[in-house]
Every structure is written in structure tokens, then in C-alpha cells.
């Protein structure tokens, strides 16, 4: 008989906790299966009389003791800190005790940034005791975060001006800057299946990709194209024909993603491919929940 993991016991308490919360206020959230690579658990999207606002903002949940601190809990950024900071999806923690019972929150992108301004990197996210989030407080908590990202709409505005688009309040957009100093920009529209690509040094054309299958040899692979004889039955040129054929069992992928080529014909680095994929991740709501 399989042993239960208490800790897991009481992280999905705390997600259940938070998400009927914030369903019994009206507002809708979505739970992310298994995480995803930005280390969020839920996207809310708040809902006011009755109407959807176009506002949405990420969650982080903890469950457990462990987060306390002198001050009240503790939230360790980890490998998240750059990828809160480059999206316009503010992100927020959100910490359950189980011995208070109770859920505790803290606007993560907001203390990322304001530790930015002061040129520090934080190691985790500060949460007071005094921030509890419950049936009274929940009012509160979603005019404080609507607040915020209409204050920090001015990210949008900046990538809409650095790459001459206009992006829409529902879009999720992301930011990154390759080691060459190019400009990268991610935009997912709600309800697509494609994502666009803007990158400066195509003059920002706007670059259509497929996020579950961004590469050539990812393609393949969805199609049941995995090795080089696989392909040759499929090709009509002879010459490339007889070429796949000598290649043999080769990994389709392993070949075609040396150099991976993303929307066609963009050539892109390994860490700007890393970053399109964790953006995919992260974005896949956007690109499942009505448009």
C-alpha cells in the first residue's frame, strides 16, 4: 500500500481553500495541472456584477508551517523571480497554516519590483500575518490587485511602444532580451491555439508560432515522424528521398533541433527556445479559455 505524502495533503487543502474562496465571491479560477515552469498553481480572472473584467493575475499556493518566519511567512522566489518580473500577469503568493486555518497573501510582482527600483534580488516573498484572506477580506484582496494592474498597465504600453503594437488588456505578453541585446516579445491572445512572435531583429513582423509544437523536429514528432526513414516515406523528391533513407533509425528531433528554426523559418538559440516553451506553459490558459 502506497504511503500518502502529508505535505501534499496540506498543499492541496491550500488550493481547494483558495479556490473556493474566490469561486464563492464570483470570480473564476482555473487550476494549472501538475505546475508549470512560471511555479503557479491558479489563474483568476476577476469578475465584477456579474461581468468578466478582463483582469487576471496568477497565484502561487503554500501549504504548511515550514513558510513561517519572524514576521509572518516566507515564499522562496527560487528560479521564478525573472519570469513574474517579465509579464504583464501580476503574480500573487498566497500561504495556508494549518494551524490558523486560515490563507495569507502577498503581491509577489509588486515586491519584485519594488525590489528591482532599489537594484536588490530578493530570495523569497515577504508575507504579513496581518494580509489574511478570507470570506471578508476577499472584496478587498480583488480591488487591490485590479488596482495594481492598472497601475502597472504601463508594461504593456512599454513592449505595445518598444515593438509598435497595441496589445489588449487580456493578452498575456511577455519580455526577454537575448545575449545579443535583441528584444523578444510573446503575445498570447485568449482563445487562439497560435501565439505571435515579435522579435526586433526581424523588424518586429509579427512571427505566428504553435506553442505545444514549436520546432520542425517537434512537428515531425506530432505527425509520427520520429525517425529519418519515417520521413523518407513521406518525401517525393528522390534525391532528399534516398537521403533520409541512408540516415536510417536517426532521431528526427535530436537533427532537426540543433540549430531549432521556430514559425517557419526563424532561427532561434537554445535559451530563447527555452523561453518560448516556459512562455507556452505559461500562457496555455490564455490560449483554451474564450476568446
Known amino acids: 500500500m502506497s504511503r500518502v505524502d502529508p ?3 496540506v498543499e492541496d487543502r491550500a488550493v481547494n481553500r483558495v479556490t473556493s474562496l474566490l469561486q464563492d465571491q464570483g470570480h473564476i479560477v ?7 515552469d512560471f511555479g503557479e498553481d491558479l489563474y483568476i480572472s476577476f469578475v465584477e ?3 468578466t473584467t478582463g483582469d487576471t493575475i496568477a497565484v502561487q499556493v503554500k501549504g504548511g508551517s515550514s513558510y513561517r518566519s519572524a514576521g509572518g511567512y ?3 522566489v527560487g528560479q521564478h523571480g525573472r519570469s513574474w518580473l517579465d509579464t504583464n500577469v501580476p503574480v500573487v503568493c498566497v500561504v495556508y497554516d494549518p494551524d490558523t486555518d486560515a490563507l495569507y497573501w502577498a503581491n509577489a510582482s509588486e515586491q519584485l519590483h519594488r525590489a528591482q527600483s532599489g537594484k536588490n534580488e530578493p530570495r523569497s516573498i515577504s508575507i504579513s500575518r496581518d494580509d489574511v484572506l478570507d470570506a471578508d477580506s476577499a472584496h478587498s484582496f480583488a480591488r487591490r490587485m485590479r488596482e495594481y494592474i492598472a497601475q502597472r498597465g504601463e508594461i504593456r504600453h512599454a513592449l505595445g511602444k518598444l515593438s509598435g503594437r497595441v496589445f489588449d488588456t487580456t493578452d498575456y505578453v511577455a ?5 545579443y541585446g535583441e528584444h523578444l516579445v510573446y503575445r498570447q491572445r485568449r482563445g487562439e491555439s497560435t501565439a505571435t512572435l515579435l522579435h526586433s531583429d526581424w523588424g518586429w513582423n509579427p512571427i505566428e508560432i504553435t506553442p505545444d509544437t514549436l520546432t520542425m523536429g517537434e512537428r515531425l514528432s ?4 520520429t525517425t529519418a526513414s519515417q520521413l523518407a516515406e513521406q518525401l517525393s523528391d528522390p534525391t532528399f528521398k534516398e537521403l533520409a533513407r541512408t540516415l536510417g533509425d536517426m532521431d528526427l528531433s535530436a537533427v532537426m533541433d540543433q540549430m531549432p528554426v521556430v514559425g517557419g523559418n526563424l532561427i532561434v538559440n537554445q535559451p530563447e527556445l527555452a523561453w518560448l516553451r ?3 506553459s505559461a500562457s496555455e490558459w490564455w490560449r483554451s479559455a474564450p476568446a
Open 175 to 179: 519580455y526577454f532580451m537575448n545575449e
Open 222 to 225: 506530432k505527425l509520427g515522424l
Open 49 to 51: 456584477d456579474h461581468h
Open 74 to 76: 516566507r515564499v522562496r
Open 278 to 280: 516556459a512562455c507556452g
Open 30 to 36: 482555473h487550476k494549472i495541472d501538475g505546475h508549470n
Open 7 to 9: 505535505k501534499r495533503i
